[in-house]
């Protein structure tokens, strides 16, 4: 079993930064693919970005790419998303999520534990 907790969000001005933090319960944290995902309101749940439980492997989606970046501490049993250059249309519920067999990590059907999500919010 592992628990999810998510932090960092908040409100920022268009073009600022933010780091989330994904603290993750248990000590085969570092076996697990995470995940970032986000939905907006009256949106689908859309992938942000992937991480190989080593870090060898990392994925972003499209629209983030350049833009946001996933990493991970195993030791903190951690991983971040920073986030810069942000727009409005990056507003959403950012959910982590964890995973032990991902053939794809932008299919969220393939993970096993989410968390509650922290909302972000970018003003124009």
């Known amino acids: 079993q592992v628990q999810l907790v998510e932090s960092g969000g908040g409100l920022v001005q268009a073009g600022g930064s933010l780091r989330l933090s994904c603290a993750a319960s248990?000590?085969?944290?570092?076996?697990?693919?995470m995940g970032w995902f986000r939905q907006a309101p009256g949106k689908e749940r859309e992938f942000v970005a992937g991480?190989?439980?080593?870090?060898?492997?990392?994925d972003y989606a499209d629209s983030v790419k350049d833009q946001f970046t996933i990493s991970r501490d195993n030791d903190k049993n951690t991983v971040y998303l920073q986030m810069n250059s942000l727009k409005p249309e990056d507003t959403a519920v950012y959910y982590c999520?964890?995973?032990?067999?991902?053939?794809?990590?932008?299919?969220?059907?393939?993970?096993?534990?989410w968390g509650q999500g922290t909302q972000v919010t970018v003003s124009s």
């Open positions: 999520a964890a995973g032990r067999y991902i053939l794809r990590s932008a299919d969220h059907r393939q993970y096993d534990y």
């Open positions: 248990g000590r085969s944290f570092s076996t697990y693919t």
């Open positions: 991480i190989s439980w080593g870090g060898s492997r990392i």
